[in-house]
């Protein structure tokens, strides 16, 4: 069945999909967002992970401002306040919420199966089986697409090698030897969390030390915020021009950019959760994984700096390894639209609206991040996306000619 035409399908229901359309709609766009609202966040994350980002920091955003995490949880007697982290459980209690207060009707729990360009409008296709007819789509599709798994585990089966966003519920590996493979908070939170489940876990890295944010201060002079502002990427100037300049990010030479991104917050946990880790789970430092094999449980193969090879034996790896945007991946998009999309690498490249080359398709969050730098890979972008993306489809739409008399849609045009 064929729906009436819309201006904009948001294809994600996540902190940028819903952003985005609480700004669309009040802007007068015919707006839908499709999707179940936070489901990344409530089936991908491990229950009792806590959000590494502050709460100030972890705000979806409304154009009025009206809906942040803090008017959820301070009527409601939550923790919110700095130095206090959210259980993901709260949070994604705070997205639905603001779902129904900022996004309301304009929502369609229904999951995206293919989008389409059909002349001068996109198709999109729902697992319905309906097709909604559309002017501009947004691609907020949040990090599950693009999950990193080291190519040494590629020959293994799933049932004892997986990423860390296809868990959960850590409960299933109790009793098991377990190892996860990374440094980050990803690893390290899961790693305290699968023996909290009465797994044995251990950690495996390359580098030669684990690293850990430090505890926040408490009250600092005026003098000590103006030369080390907190921002919602931490503290310090770099960090504040990151998190809070993202269209200045932009302008700066794309290799230049693909560092900050690398570099920027690299493998660290919190603070917090040091104390529930240090002493408790084992940690094998300075190693690379080189293969695996699964005869009777995985035989993991890791090299260490000087070339020597030695031989790990566990029952489940879990790849805490990141995530790699790749337009390729987006299987959502039928061949042409993937095609036609320009990319700096392998992610899109995305005009000051974050428009990719397809006139009308634009990308936010995670894949934007090549372009508007390390704030996309983190809640706090949000409302620059939320708002620039706006500010792009009223200028786009308002000034377009009506689908029956327009050319057939640019597959070809340069980002400005």
Same mark, same amino acid.
């Given at each position: 069945?064929?729906?009436?035409?819309?201006?904009?399908?948001?294809?994600?229901?996540?902190?940028?999909?819903?952003?985005?359309?609480?700004?669309?709609? =009040?802007?007068? !766009?015919?707006?839908?967002?499709?999707?179940?609202?936070?489901?990344?966040?409530?089936?991908?994350?491990?229950? +009792?992970?806590? *959000?590494?980002?502050?709460?100030?920091?972890?705000?979806?955003?409304?154009?009025? %401002?009206?809906?942040? !995490?803090?008017?959820?949880?301070?009527?409601?007697?939550?923790?919110?306040?700095?130095?206090?982290?959210?259980?993901?459980?709260?949070?994604?209690?705070?997205?639905?919420?603001?779902?129904?207060?900022?996004?309301?009707?304009? !929502?369609?729990?229904?999951?995206?199966?293919?989008?389409?360009?059909?002349?001068?409008?996109?198709?999109?296709? /729902?697992?319905?089986?309906?097709?909604?007819?559309?002017?501009?789509?947004? /691609?907020?599709?949040?990090?599950?697409?693009?999950?990193?798994?080291?190519?040494?585990?590629? %020959?293994?089966?799933?049932?004892?090698?997986?990423?860390?966003?296809?868990?959960?519920?850590?409960?299933?590996?109790?009793?098991?030897?377990?190892?996860?493979? %990374?440094?980050?908070?990803?690893?390290?939170?899961?790693?305290?969390?699968?023996?909290?489940?009465?797994?044995?876990?251990?950690?495996?890295?390359?580098?030669?030390? *684990?690293?850990?944010?430090?505890?926040?201060?408490?009250?600092? &002079?005026?003098?000590?915020?103006?030369?080390?502002?907190?921002?919602?990427?931490?503290?310090?100037?770099?960090?504040?021009?990151?998190?809070?300049?993202?269209?200045?990010?932009?302008?700066?030479?794309?290799?230049?950019?693909?560092?900050?991104?690398?570099?920027?917050? #690299?493998?660290? %946990?919190?603070?917090?959760?040091?104390?529930?880790?240090?002493?408790?789970?084992?940690?094998?430092?300075?190693?690379?994984?080189?293969?695996?094999?699964?005869?009777? #449980?995985?035989?993991?193969?890791?090299?260490?700096?000087?070339?020597?090879?030695?031989?790990?034996?566990?029952?489940?790896?879990?790849? =805490?390894?990141?995530?790699?945007?790749?337009?390729?991946?987006? @299987?959502?998009?039928?061949?042409?639209?993937?095609?036609?999309?320009?990319?700096?690498?392998?992610?899109?490249?995305?005009?000051?609206?974050?428009?990719?080359?397809?006139?009308?398709?634009?990308?936010? @969050?995670?894949?934007?991040?090549?372009?508007? +730098?390390?704030?996309?890979?983190?809640?706090?972008? =949000?409302?620059?996306?939320?708002?620039?993306?706006?500010?792009?489809?009223?200028?786009?739409?308002?000034?377009?000619?009506?689908?029956?008399?327009?050319? =057939?849609? &640019?597959?070809?045009?340069?980002?400005?």
């Amino acid at each position: 069945m064929r729906a009436p035409m819309i201006d904009v399908a948001i294809v994600g229901a996540g902190p940028y999909g819903l952003s985005v359309a609480a700004h669309a709609t =009040a802007a007068g !766009l015919d707006a839908r967002v499709y999707g179940r609202p936070m489901e990344a966040w409530e089936r991908h994350m491990p229950r +009792g992970m806590l *959000l590494k980002s502050e709460p100030f920091a972890s705000n979806l955003a409304d154009p009025g %401002g009206s809906y942040g !995490l803090e008017a959820y949880c301070r009527p409601r007697g939550l923790p919110c306040a700095y130095g206090e982290p959210i259980p993901v459980e709260t949070f994604v209690d705070y997205g639905r919420w603001f779902r129904s207060q900022a996004v309301g009707d304009a !929502l369609d729990s229904s999951p995206v199966t293919k989008i389409r360009a059909d002349g001068e409008l996109f198709t999109v296709e /729902l697992e319905t089986g309906e097709t909604v007819p559309a002017r501009a789509v947004v /691609l907020a599709l949040g990090f599950l697409p693009f999950a990193h798994r080291p190519a040494a585990l590629a %020959g293994l089966p799933p049932e004892v090698a997986t990423h860390s966003s296809e868990h959960h519920d850590l409960s299933r590996f109790a009793g098991l030897d377990v190892t996860v493979v %990374g440094a980050g908070q990803s690893a390290l939170e899961t790693a305290a969390l699968l023996l909290e489940e009465g797994a044995r876990p251990r950690v495996v890295a390359r580098g030669d030390a *684990l690293r850990w944010n430090s505890v926040p201060g408490g009250r600092r &002079s005026a003098l000590d915020r103006a030369l080390a502002p907190v921002s919602g990427l931490g503290t310090g100037w770099r960090s504040w021009v990151w998190s809070e300049l993202p269209g200045t990010v932009r302008h700066l030479p794309a290799g230049t950019r693909r560092h900050i991104v690398r570099t920027t917050l #690299g493998p660290a %946990g919190s603070w917090w959760l040091r104390r529930r880790f240090d002493g408790h789970v084992p940690v094998v430092l300075g190693r690379t994984l080189e293969a695996a094999a699964h005869r009777d #449980g995985v035989s993991l193969t890791l090299r260490d700096g000087a070339g020597m090879r030695g031989t790990l034996r566990t029952d489940h790896v879990i790849a =805490a390894t990141g995530y790699v945007v790749d337009v390729g991946r987006i @299987g959502i998009l039928d061949g042409r639209l993937t095609r036609a999309i320009r990319r700096s690498g392998t992610s899109p490249r995305l005009s000051k609206n974050f428009e990719t080359s397809v006139s009308g398709l634009y990308a936010v @969050g995670l894949a934007a991040a090549d372009t508007f +730098g390390p704030v996309m890979r983190f809640v706090h972008g =949000a409302g620059f996306a939320a708002r620039r993306v706006t500010r792009g489809l009223v200028s786009s739409l308002g000034g377009r000619p009506s689908p029956a008399a327009a050319p =057939a849609r &640019s597959m070809e045009h340069a980002a400005p």
